[in-house]
């Protein structure tokens, strides 16, 4: 672990939290193996926001599994506090377990449609032992049901989850996240699948969490504009087929990205006014087709596409994660010579 | 005259608690070759009015009150008087639907050549080979190639290719109304790019109307030539794109625009909209909005506001307090706007 791969925020506090070290993951599937995630190295403070942003089949929601401990690493290691989380055994590891915790994209399907919200909320403490009875039960979880937003909570206690909106659904995912005390929240596009109106509470929620509790919180998404609002005082990285190709703070990334694929992205989406989204400028790409995990391109694997591509280099080589300022990474041998020669 | 011109539509599901008012009194029109985007939230009635302009609303559906004229070439006709026969030659002929969920509706164990000759034959062409030639051109018009994808089935194709033969298919018969439902929702950014591209570029070639509803206003700042606002059923807003992105005039349309987060310029002063959409059964007294509304007065409980002309020509909203709204938002782009 080098300095410049922390935050400014990690380089205060000393080490990172929880941290991804060359992490890889592959799956068998009927047609072959494929690499999900390649060699991703990623390091959060406590009290962290960040995003993580990439199309589908990018590697994001792996990365996150990855990150939460659901899913072993193929190659690399997870560490929390400095520890190899997969060394683990027992109690250090449902510590560990309580201490990292996954929200869902899609909230109809992680809350058990037969459970009221107290059944939903009580479980988990009742399991960690959180809780002493009903009653102290009771008190928890309206503290938990009033910090997430629903109020009053007694008129939520005894909802089913089709009596709520997506929205209120979403927070009481978050409760229920929140209610083993983590130190990390995955948050996998929970704000994806719900109306546009209230996106911004649900993020500022979770800014809140982060603020009030220390709570580090990674946010999956596909959407940089909702990647922008909340990572405006962290960082964003960008994924691309397994691998993580800019590492940088919300700003500069949006407003003057260096890896050609994250410029391709901030030209292309569609933005809510007339003028600005008709008259971007656009980065050209050599081609629409995303290549198969099947068949990752050799050397940058998003070469094939790349307007930058330089024939000899983009497809021999694979670019490593390196830095371009203090608190900028980009994997792009063009992008990181361009801008370390500026310096 | 309009291509389409719809007259106080309503549209109610029946339910055990009573009627749900989907949509309520709703009066618009879409001019040949304009592209009208319509926008709210889930539960606004956007999706139940679309499908219901085709007449393909579920059983529990009825229409009660209105009409949905439409400009044939042999002269107007409300779809609504349409038998079983002419309503079959309208949909697909006259306006084609592109559907949300149709990305994975179509038939798993059909190739997509059977597809489009499935569609062609239901509507009497029953030549292959001229089937096949304008299915080869539609689906090289949307950049695909035909020898390829017309052997190929579903499941061979990616998202953004099939939403690509979807709207080839939607082609085949050569309407001039196209209607979406959430065109590009499923899609990768990159991948909704190409179809917002493609789709402008085609309307370019081939002169249709496109109608589509969408909650990602920016899918409606990219492609609308005018934007109605749904709300509760009704039409609370109506306005060139410049208009309803710049000068909006309705609470529920500010509302929204400020609830976008965007990737250029400032990042500017967000915030969601407070509360949640009403209960469509028992709906609020006077404005439906009012409960949500920052905007709101007395009156605004007890009046249910009609579409009045605002500042703006072509520009109307149903808002008693719309004077109040420009004040607050003022003329200037939504960027320094909302601050």
């Known amino acids: ?343 | 005259m309009s291509l389409l011109s719809v007259r106080d539509l309503s549209i109610a599901y029946r339910s055990g608690r009573g009627p749900v008012q989907a949509v309520r009194g709703v009066s618009f029109d879409v001019e040949p070759g304009e592209t009208v985007a319509i926008i709210g939230e889930s539960g606004s009635g956007k999706t139940t009015l679309a499908v219901g302009l085709i007449r393909l609303s579920g059983r529990n559906a009825e229409v009660t009150r209105g009409t949905i004229v439409f400009a044939r070439s042999d002269g107007p006709r409300d779809v609504l008087e349409m038998d079983a026969e002419e309503l079959r030659r309208f949909r697909w002929g006259d306006a084609a639907m592109v559907f949300q969920s149709a990305l994975n509706s179509f038939n798993p164990v059909i190739d997509v050549w059977s597809q489009f000759l499935d569609t062609a034959r239901a509507h009497g062409l029953n030549d292959p080979k001229a089937v096949l030639k304008r299915s080869s051109e539609l689906l090289e018009l949307v950049h695909l190639d035909p020898e390829r994808v017309l052997r190929a089935y579903p499941h061979e194709l990616s998202g953004g290719m099939k939403q690509r033969v979807l709207i080839a298919l939607s082609l085949l018969l050569g309407p001039r109304l196209l209607i979406l439902d959430e065109p590009t929702t499923a899609l990768d950014i990159l991948t909704q790019r190409a179809i917002i591209d493609l789709l402008r570029d085609l309307r370019q070639k081939l002169g249709f109307a496109m109608l589509f509803i969408s909650h990602d206003l920016s899918l409606a700042a990219e492609l609308a030539d005018r934007v109605l606002t749904m709300y509760a059923g009704r039409v609370v807003e109506e306005a060139r794109v410049e208009d309803l992105f710049y000068r909006p005039r309705h609470p529920y349309s500010v509302g929204l625009l400020k609830a976008v987060p965007r990737v250029s310029g400032e990042l500017g002063r967000l915030a969601s909209i407070a509360g949640t959409p009403p209960d469509l059964v028992q709906l609020p007294s006077g404005c439906a909005y009012h409960p949500r509304c920052p905007f709101a007065i007395d009156r605004c409980q007890q009046e249910d506001p009609a579409l009045v002309a605002v500042d703006t020509p072509g520009h109307t909203a149903a808002c008693i307090r719309w004077q109040a709204v420009a004040e607050a938002v003022g003329t200037r782009r939504p960027a320094e706007a909302l601050q």
């Open chain 1, 1 to 343: 672990m080098t300095v410049r791969e922390l935050s400014p925020e990690l380089r205060s506090t000393g080490g990172p939290l929880i941290e991804l070290d060359a992490v890889s993951r592959t799956f068998a599937t009927p047609a072959g193996r494929i690499t999900a995630v390649d060699r991703v190295s990623l390091a959060f403070a406590a009290g962290e926001a960040m995003c993580l942003v990439g199309e589908s089949g990018c590697g994001k929601t792996t990365t996150g599994r990855l990150l939460a401990g659901l899913l072993r690493p193929t190659g690399g290691r997870l560490r929390f506090e400095g520890q190899d989380v997969w060394e683990k055994r027992g109690k250090d590891l449902a510590a560990f377990r309580r201490a990292v915790q996954l929200v869902h994209q899609d909230p109809y399907a992680s809350l058990n449609p037969v459970r009221t919200v107290y059944d939903t909320l009580s479980a988990p403490l009742f399991r960690h032992r959180k809780a002493r009875g009903r009653e102290d039960a009771t008190t928890q979880i309206v503290e938990l049901l009033r910090r997430v937003g629903l109020t009053p909570p007694a008129d939520f206690l005894p909802k089913y989850p089709h009596q709520l909106s997506g929205g209120q659904r979403q927070r009481v995912s978050i409760a229920r996240a929140l209610s083993v005390d983590p130190r990390v929240i995955v948050a996998d596009e929970a704000v994806s699948m719900v109306d546009v109106s209230i996106r911004i509470t649900l993020l500022d929620l979770l800014l809140a969490l982060r603020d009030e509790l220390g709570v580090t919180i990674v946010l999956i998404t596909h959407d940089l504009a909702v990647a922008r609002y909340f990572a405006r005082r962290g960082r964003i990285g960008v994924m691309y087929l397994g691998r993580v190709v800019e590492l940088a703070p919300a700003e500069p990334l949006v407003s003057d990205p260096a890896h050609p694929y994250a410029a391709a992205l901030v030209g292309a989406i569609p933005e809510a006014d007339p003028t600005v989204t008709r008259s971007k400028e656009r980065v050209p790409l050599r081609s629409a087709e995303v290549p198969s995990l099947l068949e990752v391109p050799a050397g940058c694997s998003f070469h094939p596409r790349c307007p930058r591509f330089e024939p000899g280099l983009c497809d021999v080589r694979v670019p490593a994660l390196l830095p371009i300022s203090d608190d900028r990474e980009v994997a792009c041998h063009v992008a990181v010579r361009e801008r370390t020669k500026r310096v």
